[in-house]
């Protein structure tokens, strides 16, 4: 069975960090572009960050840039996101999704996704 799962969520106090996980099971990331949006309550869903199959490109919405991090490790078939100085605007849940090779900004390019991991920022 294909499944991308995330996991690392949880309550974080503003201006704090967390690392989130995306780990793939049934197939192997190495040939897919991984995604992170994310889905406030009462809001669209978002992009958060991209990073393609070679890991040698990296996009990043601008909401985030200079304060979340995305990195894989094919190895671990995994794709992480460290998120520092977190705001409360962050607070969301996360989803990580696949599609083959190159980032797009679209969700509607990307095939499967995961069920996602809460994200709460607050003191």
Not at 17 to 24: E, G, H, I, P, T
Not at 54 to 76: C, E, L, P
Request: a neutral charge; aromatic letters at 10%.
């Amino acid at each position: 069975q294909l499944q991308l799962v995330e996991s690392g969520g949880g309550l974080v106090q503003p201006g704090g960090s967390r690392r989130l996980s995306c780990v793939a099971s049934g197939f192997t990331l190495t040939y897919l572009a991984i995604a992170w949006f994310r889905q406030a309550p009462g809001k669209e869903r978002e992009g958060v960050s991209c990073i393609s199959s070679s890991g040698g490109s990296t996009d990043y919405a601008d909401s985030v840039k200079g304060r979340f991090t995305i990195s894989r490790d094919n190895a671990k078939n995994t794709v992480y996101l460290q998120m520092n100085k977190l705001e409360p605007e962050d607070p969301a849940v996360y989803y990580c999704a696949e599609r083959h090779n190159r980032c797009y900004r679209a969700d509607t390019e990307y095939a499967y996704w995961g069920h996602g991991t809460q994200l709460t920022v607050s003191a």
